[in-house]
């Protein structure tokens, strides 16, 4: 068991014995994402009772609680990443898709920040989709859109797309949104309250479709994109 005393010493990587919720800021409620057991971080920083932490996997920058990593981390180096390229990731696409509709089957709401299951935001619910078959990629949305190789999209206009491509929504300045492609258009995905079905559903790209929650996505359609290799847990600029 590590001693509460190492825990800030920036450089130091850690394993999880179970998961542990990962905060946007240094202190408050703000869930950021939840961090699977198994999974690696380097801590970077403290301030009062949380340590600023990188995760190995998808290198994204979160705060844990101090205590909580003191009682469920080990000192442990952090593995190498398999590097997939195209060919391996397609081969592991129907289990991407498997885990996705598994999670719909499942009661379940939107949970900002969630990635444990049952309760996901849209994009935790896509990176474990892919984690769970092997394939890290970035945490948020808008980086999972910067990550992805471009896929031409419009509503209506979807023969290029594949199932396990990613679908982007949001605003013209920002990616705000991402959703799983299952074919011919359909995607699922974990949508809020607001403008969604308050977990995860299914809906399409067809113009239509009446839906309000269709509706509401296809409005704010951004583009399309297919992933082309795992991420190797660099940071990416924000």
């Known amino acids: 068991m590590a001693t509460l005393g190492t825990l800030p010493a920036p450089g130091r990587t850690w394993t999880l014995t179970r998961p542990l919720p990962a ?22 920083d403290s301030a009062a009772s949380r ?17 909580a ?15 997939l390229d195209r060919a391996r990731i397609a081969a592991r696409l129907e289990a991407v898709l498997a885990f996705a509709e598994a999670a719909r089957h499942q ?4 949970l900002w920040g969630g990635t444990l299951g049952p309760d996901f935001d849209c994009s935790g619910l896509v990176q474990s989709a892919f984690a769970q078959a ?8 808008y980086l999972q859109e910067r990550f992805c190789r471009p896929v031409a999209v419009a509503s209506g206009v979807t023969s290029l797309l594949l199932p396990g491509d990613l679908i982007f929504f949001g605003t013209p300045r920002r990616c705000t949104h991402v959703a799983l492609h299952l074919g ?4 699922l995905h974990s949508s809020g309250r607001q403008h969604g079905r308050d977990g995860i559903g299914i809906d399409d790209l067809n113009p239509r479709n009446q839906d309000p929650v269709a509706c509401h996505y296809r409005a704010e359609l951004r583009g ?4 082309m290799h795992s991420h190797d847990g660099s940071p990416l600029p924000p």
């Not at 009661?107 to 939107?110: I, L, Q, V």
């Not at 399309?224 to 992933?227: D, K, L």
């Open 23 to 44: 905060y946007s800021r240094s202190q408050g409620p703000g869930l950021a994402t939840e961090i699977h057991a198994g999974r690696h971080l380097r801590v970077l």
């Open 51 to 67: 340590l600023r932490v990188r995760l190995h996997e998808d290198g994204y920058p979160c705060w844990v609680e101090a205590l």
């Open 69 to 83: 990593l003191e009682s469920h981390g080990q000192a442990a180096p952090p593995p190498p990443l398999p590097r």
């Open 107 to 110: 009661p379940n709401r939107y």
């Open 134 to 141: 092997g394939i890290w990629l970035p945490r948020d949305a």
């Open 184 to 187: 011919g258009g359909r995607y």
């Open 224 to 227: 399309a994109g297919r992933v």
